[in-house]
């Protein structure tokens, strides 16, 4: 089959691969019908090279028809139509059964230290081959495939994968109060999201980014906006008075406006794989302008939401502001499953809650995948989110 594979930092390649097959009595396969790329995506593209190896077959958002099941299975049959969600997850151990399945006991990688194993997602979280594929082997696919209708396009249910429940969570983390609002950094697929949640359930909302097209985007849902400015701290404060009661970081480790931190990224992705993991394992390679001017702007008493990626093992915090302002952090990968019930409703509401017709920019061949990486790490065309049909 053909498949996005990652060759090298910023090489993804379209590469004939072997078809996947059942291994494990609770597999499936699916044919893929459509997969996103995701900014996480973007992080093994440009930073996590370490952590990967030639040919790893990557993505992480995937949708499609199951093809075949094993032994085991009985919950989803060959035919049905069904989302991954990005977390391989059993749904029976300790974790699970307390709706924390990005930490499931049954796959934590933990020749890592890491909790649950990832679809497409690098060393670091079990090396498992992806979804921008034609064909995927689901590991706990009796558990974790989640069966959709057969009426809806794709685009509906898709990002039931990642980025819906990734936003959602990071809402639910930032415990905004009634008649709060909520201040979200960063307007890609999460940040758009995560906006758009946040106005659904009553808040205001308030977008952050330097991408004149993202703010424009998130503008036409009733979102207020701000460009990314070394004056957005003081701009922030004086749209809310105290600041916002809450703040989302949808960027994580890749925010602009960190020079240093780019640098640092920059020299750890071209080491040789063992001393560039050692490099991230013991040094600060994130950047933090988006995280430190989170901890600036929010209120005191308020809370930070982390759904962006961070990987640096010392990364400077301000530790004396975050105590004197007595600020709630709370951050972590999605537990996607735990979600599904409150998600596929919306999903298939014919009023749109969440304006997931407006999200996908790029829709394309799988063939076209590399490139289309390289445009959207760019930020180029108008690119917020790419869809690829294999």
């Known amino acids: 089959m053909k498949a996005l594979t990652w060759q090298g930092k910023r090489d993804i390649q379209y590469t004939e691969v ?34 990967m190896h030639a040919g790893d077959v990557i993505g992480h958002e995937p949708m499609g028809i199951v093809q075949e099941v094993g032994t085991g299975v009985s919950r989803v049959r060959v035919g049905d139509r069904v989302v991954i969600p990005f977390n391989v997850s059993c749904g029976h151990c300790w974790m699970c059964d307390r709706g924390l399945q990005s930490q499931c006991e049954t796959t934590q990688v933990r020749s890592h230290g890491k909790g649950a194993a990832f679809m497409g997602f690098s060393e670091l979280y079990g090396s498992v081959p992806g979804g921008q594929a034609e064909f995927l082997r689901v590991p706990h696919g009796d558990y974790g495939a ?46 758009q999201l995560a906006a758009r949640i946040g106005t659904h359930l009553g808040h205001r909302v308030i977008g952050i980014d330097p991408v004149a097209e993202r703010r424009t985007m998130a503008a036409r849902h009733g979102i ?32 602009h406006g960190s020079p240093g931190g780019k640098i640092v990224q920059a020299a750890a992705g071209i080491m040789p794989e063992k001393m560039g993991q050692k490099a991230m394992e013991t040094i600060s390679v994130d950047r933090t302008s988006v995280l430190h001017s989170a901890i600036a702007a929010v209120r ?59 999200l996908v920019t790029h829709t394309a061949p799988l063939s076209q995948g590399p490139e289309l990486y390289e445009k959207f790490q760019a930020k180029q065309d108008g690119c917020i989110k790419v869809v690829l049909e294999p």
């Open 146 to 191: 989640m069966v959709v209708g057969s009426d809806l396009p794709d685009h509906k249910y898709l990002f039931l994968s990642d980025i819906l429940p990734t936003a959602w969570q990071g809402v639910h983390y930032a415990n905004v109060p009634d008649g709060g609002t909520l201040a979200v950094f960063g307007l890609g697929p999460v940040g």
């Open 18 to 51: 072997p078809d996947p097959r059942i291994q494990e009595p609770t597999d499936i396969i699916i044919k893929v019908t459509s997969t996103a790329i995701c900014g996480s995506d973007l992080h093994l593209y440009e930073v996590m090279g370490p952590y």
């Open 300 to 358: 005191r008493g308020g809370t930070i939401s982390l759904s962006g990626l961070y990987a640096g093992a010392a990364t400077p915090m301000p530790l004396i502001d975050m105590f004197d302002k007595q600020i709630q952090l709370r951050e972590g990968q999605c537990n996607v499953r735990s979600w599904t019930e409150t998600l596929l409703p919306l999903a298939e509401d014919a009023s749109d809650p969440l304006a997931l017709d407006d």
């Open 224 to 255: 207020e906006v701000l460009d990314f400015s070394e004056d957005v701290v003081g701009e922030l404060q004086e749209m809310t008075h105290r600041g916002p009661d809450s703040i989302l970081d949808a960027v994580g480790l890749e925010a």
